[in-house]
C-alpha cells in the first residue's frame, strides 16, 4: 500500500472520528440548553450544556492510557479501528436519544454517559491516527506526515459546523429543536462504515513493526518513570492550542450569538470558513516547520494568538460579520501555525515501546486542562465578572504557558538523552 493510503487513511478515519466529537460542541453551544437542560436562566443552561461537554475530555486521558498501552503492545491498526466503532456508536446513541421532556433527568444523565464514551474513545484516536501518518515518514518530513491527522480537526468542525449551518438554514426553530438536531449524529451510520472499510486495509507502522518484541514495563509505567519532565513540558505546549480552539469554536459561537446579537447562521458560516483556513494553513506550517524547524513555527502562531486574544472580542462585540470573519480567519492562521508543528514534537519526545501511551496522554491531558473545559471556563469567567476581558486574559495566561513550556522541552530532551526529539524540537 502506498503512502498516499495511509496518508489518506488517517486523515479521513480521524475527520470521520472528530466530526462525531465535534458535533457535540456545536450543539451544546446552540441545541442542548434547551432540549436537555431546560433552565429560566439562559445562561445556566448554557453553563450546563458546556460542563456536559467537558465532561467527555475527563475520559480522554483514561482511553489515551488504555487504548495508548494496547497500540504500544499490539499495534497501531486494531486501536484505531476499534476507537471509531466506539465513536460512532455512541455518537448515533445520542441522536436517538429522547428529550428532557420525554423521560425527565435521565436526559441529560445518558446524555452525559454518552459523551463520557466519545471521550474515551477520542482519548485514543489521535494518538492511533498521528504515529500511523508519522511512523510511514521520511525524517525530514515527519512534520508533515503528521499534518495530515493535524488538519483532520479543523475539517471535522468544518463539517460539523456546516451540517448545523444548513439545517439552520432549512428548519425553523421548533423543527430544529424536536428532531433536525438528530440528523449530524445519526449520520454517524455511514461514516463510521467508511471509516472501517478505509482503516482496515491500512498496513501496520513500520516502526512499530520493527521494535524489541521482549518484554517490558507497562508502557504508562515507563512514560512517567523515563518522561516525567517531558510529559509536564508537551502538556504545557499542547494547552494553548486546544483552548483556543474551543474557545473560538464553541464558546465564541455562544458569545457572539447571546451577547452581541450575531445570527447564529452568520456565526456557523465564520465557523466554517475559519476552519477552512485552519485546515489549509495546518499543511503550510508543516511544510514551514520541515525546513525552518517547529520551533519557530509554533513561536510564530503563539504570539499571534496572544495579539489577538483582545482585539477578537472588541470585534465580536461590534456584530460586524465581515469583521469578525477577518478576524476568526487571521486566529485560526496563527492556531494552525501553533498547531502543525505539535504532531511530530510530541511524536519524537518519546520512543517508540512507549509512543502511543505518550503522546496520547499528552494530548488528552492538555485538552482537559486546557479544551475540554475552556467553554465552560470562559461562561463562568463572563458569567463572575460581566466582561470578555476575563475571557481574553484566560487565552494570554495558557499563550505564556505554553510558550514557557515549549522553551524549556529542547533541554528536557537533550536529559532524556533521546537523540530522536532534538531535529522535531528545533
Given at each position: 500500500?502506498?503512502?498516499?493510503?495511509?496518508?489518506?487513511?488517517?486523515?479521513?478515519?480521524?475527520?470521520?472520528?472528530?466530526?462525531?466529537?465535534?458535533?457535540?460542541?456545536?450543539?451544546?453551544?446552540?441545541?442542548?440548553?434547551?432540549?436537555?437542560?431546560?433552565?429560566?436562566?439562559?445562561?445556566?443552561?448554557?453553563?450546563?450544556?458546556?460542563?456536559?461537554?467537558?465532561?467527555?475530555?475527563?475520559?480522554?486521558?483514561?482511553?489515551?492510557?488504555?487504548?495508548?498501552?494496547?497500540?504500544?503492545?499490539?499495534?497501531?491498526?486494531?486501536?484505531?479501528?476499534?476507537?471509531?466503532?466506539?465513536?460512532?456508536?455512541?455518537?448515533?446513541?445520542?441522536?436517538?436519544?429522547?428529550?428532557?421532556?420525554?423521560?425527565?433527568?435521565?436526559?441529560?444523565?445518558?446524555?452525559?454517559?454518552?459523551?463520557?464514551?466519545?471521550?474515551?474513545?477520542?482519548?485514543?484516536?489521535?494518538?492511533?491516527?498521528?504515529?500511523?501518518?508519522?511512523?510511514?515518514?521520511?525524517?525530514?518530513?515527519?512534520?508533515?506526515?503528521?499534518?495530515?491527522?493535524?488538519?483532520?480537526?479543523?475539517?471535522?468542525?468544518?463539517?460539523?459546523?456546516?451540517?448545523?449551518?444548513?439545517?439552520?438554514?432549512?428548519?425553523?426553530?421548533?423543527?430544529?429543536?424536536?428532531?433536525?438536531?438528530?440528523?449530524?449524529?445519526?449520520?454517524?451510520?455511514?461514516?463510521?462504515?467508511?471509516?472501517?472499510?478505509?482503516?482496515?486495509?491500512?498496513?501496520?507502522?513500520?516502526?512499530?513493526?520493527?521494535?524489541?518484541k521482549r518484554a517490558e514495563r507497562p508502557p504508562l509505567l515507563q512514560v512517567l518513570t523515563k518522561y516525567p519532565r517531558s510529559v509536564a513540558l508537551t502538556i504545557g505546549l499542547t494547552i494553548v492550542t486546544s483552548t483556543d480552539f474551543y474557545l473560538g469554536q464553541v464558546f465564541l459561537l455562544s458569545y457572539a450569538t447571546a451577547k452581541a446579537g450575531v445570527p447564529a447562521s452568520s456565526m456557523l458560516l465564520v465557523?466554517?470558513?475559519?476552519?477552512?483556513?485552519?485546515?489549509?494553513?495546518?499543511?503550510?506550517?508543516?511544510?514551514?516547520?520541515?525546513?525552518?524547524?517547529?520551533?519557530?513555527?509554533?513561536?510564530?502562531?503563539?504570539?499571534?494568538?496572544?495579539?489577538?486574544?483582545?482585539?477578537?472580542?472588541?470585534?465580536?462585540?461590534?456584530?460586524?460579520?465581515?469583521?469578525?470573519?477577518?478576524?476568526?480567519?487571521?486566529?485560526?492562521?496563527?492556531?494552525?501555525?501553533?498547531?502543525?508543528?505539535?504532531?511530530?514534537?510530541?511524536?519524537?519526545?518519546?520512543?517508540?515501546?512507549?509512543?502511543?501511551?505518550?503522546?496520547?496522554?499528552?494530548?488528552?491531558v492538555a485538552a482537559v486542562l486546557g479544551g475540554g473545559f475552556a467553554p465552560f471556563i470562559a461562561q463562568a469567567l463572563l458569567t463572575a465578572t460581566g466582561s470578555w476581558m476575563a475571557v481574553a486574559g484566560y487565552s494570554v495566561t495558557l499563550c505564556v504557558i505554553s510558550f514557557i513550556s515549549m522553551s524549556l522541552l529542547g533541554k528536557a530532551a537533550k536529559e532524556n538523552h533521546d537523540k530522536a526529539v532534538l531535529?522535531?524540537?528545533?
Amino acid at each position: 500500500m502506498s503512502t498516499a493510503r495511509v496518508l489518506a487513511a488517517a486523515m479521513l478515519g480521524t475527520t470521520i472520528e472528530w466530526y462525531d466529537f465535534f458535533i457535540y460542541g456545536t450543539a451544546a453551544a446552540l441545541i442542548f440548553s434547551h432540549v436537555f437542560f431546560p433552565s429560566s436562566d439562559p445562561a445556566t443552561g448554557t453553563l450546563t450544556a458546556f460542563a456536559a461537554f467537558g465532561a467527555g475530555f475527563i475520559m480522554r486521558p483514561l482511553g489515551a492510557v488504555i487504548i495508548g498501552h494496547l497500540g504500544d503492545k499490539y499495534g497501531r491498526r486494531p486501536m484505531l479501528v476499534a476507537t471509531v466503532l466506539l465513536m460512532g456508536g455512541a455518537t448515533v446513541a445520542i441522536g436517538i436519544l429522547p428529550s428532557y421532556a420525554a423521560i425527565g433527568i435521565w436526559a441529560p444523565s445518558l446524555l452525559v454517559l454518552l459523551r463520557l464514551l466519545q471521550g474515551f474513545a477520542a482519548g485514543g484516536e489521535w494518538g492511533g491516527a498521528t504515529l500511523m501518518a508519522i511512523e510511514h515518514a521520511p525524517q525530514h518530513r515527519r512534520t508533515f506526515y503528521g499534518a495530515f491527522t493535524q488538519a483532520a480537526v479543523p475539517i471535522a468542525y468544518l463539517l460539523s459546523a456546516a451540517m448545523f449551518f444548513v439545517l439552520q438554514g432549512t428548519l425553523d426553530r421548533p423543527a430544529l429543536l424536536s428532531w433536525g438536531w438528530r440528523i449530524p449524529f445519526l449520520l454517524s451510520i455511514v461514516v463510521v462504515a467508511i471509516a472501517i472499510v478505509v482503516r482496515s486495509g491500512v498496513p501496520e507502522s513500520p516502526e512499530f513493526a520493527a521494535k524489541s518484541k521482549r518484554a517490558e514495563r507497562p508502557p504508562l509505567l515507563q512514560v512517567l518513570t523515563k518522561y516525567p519532565r517531558s510529559v509536564a513540558l508537551t502538556i504545557g505546549l499542547t494547552i494553548v492550542t486546544s483552548t483556543d480552539f474551543y474557545l473560538g469554536q464553541v464558546f465564541l459561537l455562544s458569545y457572539a450569538t447571546a451577547k452581541a446579537g450575531v445570527p447564529a447562521s452568520s456565526m456557523l458560516l465564520v465557523t466554517i470558513m475559519g476552519s477552512a483556513v485552519n485546515a489549509g494553513m495546518t499543511f503550510v506550517a508543516a511544510r514551514v516547520a520541515d525546513r525552518i524547524g517547529n520551533r519557530a513555527v509554533f513561536y510564530v502562531g503563539l504570539i499571534g494568538l496572544a495579539v489577538l486574544a483582545f482585539p477578537t472580542y472588541l470585534i465580536v462585540n461590534t456584530g460586524s460579520f465581515a469583521a469578525i470573519l477577518a478576524v476568526r480567519m487571521v486566529g485560526n492562521a496563527f492556531n494552525a501555525a501553533a498547531y502543525a508543528p505539535i504532531a511530530s514534537i510530541l511524536a519524537a519526545t518519546f520512543s517508540v515501546k512507549v509512543r502511543y501511551t505518550g503522546i496520547s496522554l499528552s494530548y488528552q491531558v492538555a485538552a482537559v486542562l486546557g479544551g475540554g473545559f475552556a467553554p465552560f471556563i470562559a461562561q463562568a469567567l463572563l458569567t463572575a465578572t460581566g466582561s470578555w476581558m476575563a475571557v481574553a486574559g484566560y487565552s494570554v495566561t495558557l499563550c505564556v504557558i505554553s510558550f514557557i513550556s515549549m522553551s524549556l522541552l529542547g533541554k528536557a530532551a537533550k536529559e532524556n538523552h533521546d537523540k530522536a526529539v532534538l531535529p522535531a524540537v528545533a
